[in-house]
């Protein structure tokens, strides 16, 4: 299950009220046109080779249930990446809709790092679709968190000169500035006139890292989104040939001998594997889904069968959304139960067969 096209699917109808059409017209043009403009990206920004292309089609492939075969998928990929018209439907869509402009996003992000690098061209047109479907910064930040690590490393440098200074992940600019003062004060040469020369070097040295730290913390103040997510610069621990499983999808990934962690991604959705649990929680409940963990367990089948009839419009959205949030492991009895009553909750059949 393409769980991220499953939830675009649904944040389309929450705003479209297009419900019980999901192979209707609207649904295979609104997968064209997406898939139109992903090809569109992929293109200007270098090469659109084969796995891109299989990528983009594969993603377009689960939008329907009944749709057409990859290869008529390429075809109208090809007539659409042509077409303005249907960027305008698209940034449409996308500008009425929150919902669907993250997960447009999160996808985007996603077939810029299939190639395992994100340039500053992919970069730019990522931000530029944001920004014209009048999405917030923070929203293109959050998004770009599970494929672009190089956001975070800029901010491994506010982390530590948090550190330094003394002050907490997020201080005000007046708790910046007077701890500055204070340092300032035990650091200043001319408080240790009688001090050895080396000491007192020592100590201007000091004096010139804690203001670069300030200036650093004053000036990046207006990144605030550092100031809610500090450990998005923190890798999970991790040792060579670990299986670990990406944050994102579930999938199951053995790291690399060499010790570059830092740039593996999950072979299925291309997420960076090593980021901790904390940024994880962030970035699903941005895209407000919790996608493989509720199919895991032993009462998979109920949850399963649930979430397909979700898929195909059956129930709403709302409906979904709890179902997603049922916990992990439950057994067949608690399934069931479980399913039924978020059912009966929003009025929807519970005879499974
Ligand atoms: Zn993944």
């Known amino acids: 299950m393409e769980w991220l096209w499953e939830s675009i699917c649904a944040a389309v ?42 990528l983009i089609a594969d993603l377009c492939q ?33 500008q009425a809709s929150r919902e669907f402009r993250v997960r447009f996003l999160v996808l985007a992000w996603r077939v810029a790092a299939r190639d395992h690098s994100i340039t500053d061209i992919e970069r730019g047109w990522i931000y530029r679709f944001n920004e014209a479907a009048g999405g917030a910064e923070e929203d293109f930040l959050l998004a770009c968190i599970p494929y672009d690590r190089s956001e975070c490393d800029s901010d491994r440098n506010l982390a530590q000169a948090s550190e330094l200074l003394g002050v907490a992940h997020g201080a005000t600019p007046d708790q910046i500035k007077q701890r500055f003062r204070e340092l300032s004060v035990e ?40 100031c809610k997510f500090p ?14 499983e990406c944050f994102l999808c579930g999938q199951k990934c053995r790291l690399p001998h060499k010790p570059n962690f830092s740039t593996v991604r999950c072979p299925k959705c291309q997420a960076l594997l090593l980021f901790n649990q904390e940024i994880g929680n962030v970035v699903l409940e941005f895209v407000n ?14 949850v399963r069968w649930a979430l397909d009839k979700a898929t195909r419009s059956e129930i709403p959205s709302a409906a979904l959304r709890d179902l997603a ?29």
């Open 289 to 302: 889904i919790q996608p493989a963990k509720v199919i895991s367990g032993e009462g998979k089948s109920w």
């Open 187 to 226: 650091y200043h040469p001319d408080h240790h006139a009688s001090a050895a020369p080396a000491l007192r070097k020592l100590a201007a040295r000091e004096l010139a890292k804690l203001s670069e730290a300030r200036d650093l913390l004053l000036n990046g103040a207006e990144i605030t989104w550092y």
């Open 62 to 94: 689960e939008v329907t249930v009944e749709g057409p075969s990859r290869d008529i998928v390429l075809l109208s990929l090809n007539s659409w990446a042509r077409d303005d018209k249907a960027f305008g439907e698209l940034l449409q869509v996308a």
């Open 231 to 244: 450990a998005v610069s923190s890798l999970s621990v991790a040792t060579e040939r670990a299986i670990v």
């Open 325 to 353: 949030s049922l916990p992990d492991g439950l057994g067949p009895g608690e399934a069931e139960k479980a399913v039924q009553e978020i059912l009966r909750r929003h009025g929807v059949s519970t005879n499974p067969k």
């Open 13 to 54: 109808e929450s705003f479209s009220g297009q419900s019980n059409k999901r192979n209707s017209q609207f649904y295979v043009r609104l997968k064209e046109v997406v898939g139109a403009y992903l090809a569109r990206f992929a293109q200007d920004c270098g090469s659109f080779d084969g796995r891109e292309r299989e």
